[in-house]
Nanobody, 128 residues
Framework: QVQLVESGGGLVQAGGSLRLSCVAS????????MGWFRQAPGKEREFGAA????????YYADSAKGRFTISRDNAKNTVYLQMNSLKPEDTAVYYC?????????????????????WGQGTQVTVSS
């Protein structure tokens, strides 16, 4: 079992930045690929970014490329999402998720239904 706790959300003006953190406890953190997803009211949960267990490979949704950076610190059992140049359409609840296994085809890391564990989410609101 893995428990995930997100933090770092809040209210920010358009163009601003936020850094989300997700701390994992339980099984060995480095055993998991990690992802960030988001869900806006009335919309489906959508992929934002993912990172391999080693941190050597990262993947981004088109909406996140060039603005968001995912990283991880396995010594601290933490994955981060640095979000810059935020837009009102980035407003959503942001979730981190863990996917078991050492190898994942990149397309699988974009699929929420394939992740094994989820945090409770942190609200990000971007005002115009």
């Amino acid at each position: 079992q893995v428990q995930l706790v997100e933090s770092g959300g809040g209210l920010v003006q358009a163009g601003g930045s936020l850094r989300l953190s997700c701390v994992a406890s339980g099984r060995t953190f480095s055993s998991y690929a990690m992802g960030w997803f988001r869900q806006a009211p009335g919309k489906e949960r959508e992929f934002g970014a993912a990172i391999s267990w080693s941190g050597g490979n990262t993947y981004y949704a088109d909406s996140a490329k060039g603005r968001f950076t995912i990283s991880r610190d396995n010594a601290k059992n933490t994955v981060y999402l640095q979000m810059n140049s935020l837009k009102p359409e980035d407003t959503a609840v942001y979730y981190c998720a863990a996917k078991d296994g050492s190898y994942h085809p990149p397309q699988h890391l974009r699929m929420a239904q394939l992740y094994n564990y989820w945090g409770q989410g942190t609200q990000v609101t971007v005002s115009s």
